[in-house]
């Protein structure tokens, strides 16, 4: 199991994808002693995995210390951030905190155009400099990429890079219109667009030794039972079952892109809110409707619950952008 805090509002950066519309830090954002307050209950609601995002978690001054605190609790601390604050210290003080491992993204193998989509010049370079630095302190990272209709062709030479880089890692999000990202909505992939890609992202998988991981996209589990690939994953889509989410704020919800408010942490502790919410517990029946109600992949697939909740105000309706639904013969 595991669980993502998104640690502050305020970012170096603003992309144009930002689920969270970051960029200013917000008013009551968590503070030190509730952030560990969190992260003790995250251990006793038994997550496995912490990850510190943001915005940008870098923008907090007392990072290192938190990172340091959950690396105590037995957690296993890892930070998502856009790279360009990862200086050589910067790696030196997460590992020496306890990280074990950054996700920095990165989206194109073309510097302009990553510039251009995450609205900072140099966020490229910036983005490289700091893998270095991650390799240079022997702190493992993986790159992570969103996929639009723009760079769906990159994603191989992206993994190859991800390579020659030393990345442990390549995970490649599909995006969910959430945020700022509804401004986009009409750049992301489609059904036989996203079967295409999932399909190659899985025979690529077989020519690299570092991990693949289609995230946001959950048909990626039945596509390769259905090409007889054996991956680790147990299961597509873990929003609520084995995922969620904590806002700047202290607001849980599912998962980053399944806006629906949970409780927040300052009136109810996290633990109560993962074990009793309503709308986890129905989640977690996967009693879906439409075509994942009657799908044989439901139990390993599930369907992204975010983008049905986009596009059908229903977070238990069909994944909207899947050819299969169940359908035989397929």
């Known amino acids: 199991m595991l669980v993502s805090w998104n640690t502050t509002n305020a970012c170096n950066l603003y992309c144009k ?3 969270r519309d970051s960029g200013t830090r917000t008013e009551e954002e968590l503070n030190t002693g ?3 307050k969190l992260i003790d209950e995250i251990a006793e609601a038994g997550f496995k995995i912490m990850i510190f995002s943001g915005g940008e978690p870098l923008m907090r001054d007392d990072i290192y210390e938190l990172v340091q605190y959950a690396a105590g609790t037995g957690l296993r601390p890892v930070l998502g951030s856009n790279g360009t604050l990862i200086t ?4 030196a003080g997460l590992k020496k905190a306890g990280a074990m491992a950054v996700g920095i993204s990165l989206d194109s193998i073309n510097p302009a155009s990553h510039d251009d989509f995450r609205a900072f010049a140099g966020a490229w370079q910036g983005a490289v400099d700091g893998m ?3 390799r240079e302190a022997e702190l493992p990272f993986q790159i992570h990429t969103t996929v639009m209709d723009w760079n769906s062709s990159e994603i191989e030479a992206l993994t190859d890079l991800s390579v020659s880089l030393g990345a442990r890692g390549h995970h490649i999000f599909f995006m969910v219109p959430t945020g700022r990202a509804v401004n986009i909505e009409t750049e992301t992939l489609r059904a036989e667009q996203y079967e295409e890609l999932l399909r190659r992202i899985i025979v690529k998988q077989g020519q690299v030794n570092i991990e693949l991981k ?3 996209a959950p048909q990626f589990m039945r596509i390769a039972r259905q090409m007889g ?5 147990t299961r597509g889509c873990l929003a609520g079952t084995a ?3 904590i806002s700047p704020r202290g607001d849980v919800q599912p998962c980053a892109y399944l806006n629906i408010p949970l409780g927040n942490v300052r009136q109810v502790p996290f633990n109560q809110i993962w074990r009793d919410s309503e709308v986890l517990q129905k989640l977690r029946t996967m ?3 439409g075509g994942c109600g009657t799908c044989q992949y439901t139990k390993i697939c599930g369907g992204c619950r975010a983008r049905a909740y986009y596009y059908h105000c229903d977070y238990m309706a069909e994944e909207p952008w899947c050819l299969y639904h169940g359908r035989k013969g397929y």
Do not use: L, N, Q
Request: proline letters at 7%; one cysteine or more.
């Open 88 to 91: 050589p210290e910067a790696a």
């Open 243 to 245: 995922y969620c989410i």
């Open 214 to 216: 289609p995230t946001c």
């Open 17 to 19: 994808h930002c689920y």
């Open 287 to 289: 009693e879906y409707s």
């Open 34 to 36: 509730e952030g560990k």
């Open 132 to 134: 270095r630095a991650c």
């Open 229 to 233: 690939v054996d991956m680790r994953f």
